[in-house]
């Protein structure tokens, strides 16, 4: 189901410039501004665009509000309808972050429904230390069906699937129970559970979600690039050969949570670390702006998120020149990775390794391409049965 997907993950408040903190303004029309980037995001090679938090929330969207309601620094339900109409025009599906886990601590489930949020002590119970943000009882049956019918809500609304944040927080039946019954009025569904270590067959399994989120792979990329140790690589390669078996894994080397790739390696590996993602199995996407080679830094501390969840230009003909080469390199291996989609479903084997030097096959049926990864002078080739690719 997955073989041809590759998304373009955004986050709308930041991107779109939104403010975060404090008062928020008058209500905007910014959804509309993602117009001016659609067509950008077909000619990068994607078909899908992953959306964060667009709901009504206090602050960053992941303390929601109201899960049926567009957030007023972002616009409204016309244009929500105008999104999915231009993106369906693009053959561009659309799939939404839903943070099912917690709440704001001002929600109304909070406040006037107590009997839908877990407890501890008498008082509402807050996720993770995060006293703004109050957990949901996932053991009350009306949670489940108040969580279907949110999914179905913007299902029928035209998108194809949803991004479940901290799906590791949540107990893998709610999951279940929730999917049979979204699935049986929309059996293609697509569930990303974000799972950020642990037993990830066993959670797909018990969860029934379609992919999960492979913070291992992308940790193996990052770091072996960064300190020359291929050996980690290698090793990430083989255990994402063992997940792979089981489903296909949802793969990244950036998101709204983490440190720039383009930062934590710089910019000439970067390049490298985009065709390493793309020839590997499993389902990829692309976080917005790092196509271009944006940095920042993620940080444990108030606002620590605002350097990788930047404003976009109005437009893509505003971005800098100094990241037309890495948007090169991004085109070009998602062009490999769309010429090739077999690899979504592929088997991996590591053929060579040492900390400098990785080389890896990757095989579906006849099928094949093998991929030289070299620190000592970097670069990466790509090379499969019928053409090859790679930076130089």
């Not at 053991?139 to 479940?164: E, Q, Y």
């Amino acid at each position: 189901m997955l073989e041809h997907d590759i998304w373009w993950q955004v986050y709308p408040l930041g991107a779109l410039g939104a403010p975060i903190r404090g008062d928020h303004g008058a209500p905007a029309h910014r959804l509309r501004d993602l117009d001016a980037w659609l067509d950008y995001v077909v000619e990068l090679g994607c078909n899908g665009i992953l959306l964060n938090p667009i709901f009504e929330s206090v602050s960053h969207g992941y303390d929601t509000l109201d899960h049926y309601k567009i957030d007023g620094r972002l616009g409204d339900d016309a244009d929500f309808d105008h999104l999915i109409a231009e993106c369906r025009a693009r053959g561009l599906q659309v799939i939404l972050d839903g943070v099912f886990n917690h709440v704001a601590r001002t929600h109304p489930m909070v406040t006037e429904q107590p009997g839908l949020v877990a407890f501890d002590g008498g008082r509402p119970r807050a996720w993770e230390g995060h006293d703004s943000l109050v957990e949901l009882d996932h053991a009350n049956p009306l949670v489940v069906d108040l969580v279907a019918d949110i999914m179905l809500h913007w299902l029928r609304r035209g998108i194809s699937g949803w991004r479940l944040d901290v799906a590791y927080a949540v107990p893998a039946a709610f999951w279940r129970d929730v999917t049979a019954t979204v699935r049986g009025e929309f059996p293609e569904a697509i569930f990303i559970g974000e799972v950020i270590h642990g037993d990830y067959a066993r959670f797909i399994e018990e969860s029934t979600l379609t992919t999960l989120t492979q913070y291992e792979l992308w940790k193996g990329i990052w770091s072996s690039l960064k300190e020359e140790n291929l050996w980690e690589l290698a090793h990430a390669i083989v255990r994402h050969n063992d997940f792979c078996r089981g489903f296909t894994p949802q793969t990244f080397i950036g998101n709204h949570d983490v440190t720039r790739i383009a930062t934590l390696v710089g910019p000439e590996l970067a390049r490298i670390a985009v065709y390493i993602l793309m020839s590997l199995p499993g389902v990829p996407s692309v976080y917005y702006g790092d196509e271009q080679g944006f940095a920042g830094t993620k940080r444990e501390q108030s606002g620590g998120d605002d350097e990788v969840r930047p404003a976009l230009p109005a437009t893509p003909a505003e971005f800098s020149r100094l990241g037309a080469a890495t948007y090169a390199d991004y085109r070009g291996a998602i062009a490999f990775r769309r010429r090739h989609p077999w690899l979504a479903g592929a088997e991996v084997e590591v053929l060579h390794k040492d900390n400098l030097c990785l080389l890896y096959r990757v095989t579906a049926g006849d099928r094949w391409c093998e991929v030289r990864v070299d620190l000592a002078h970097p670069s990466i080739s790509v090379v499969a049965d019928d053409e090859a690719t790679g930076t130089r």
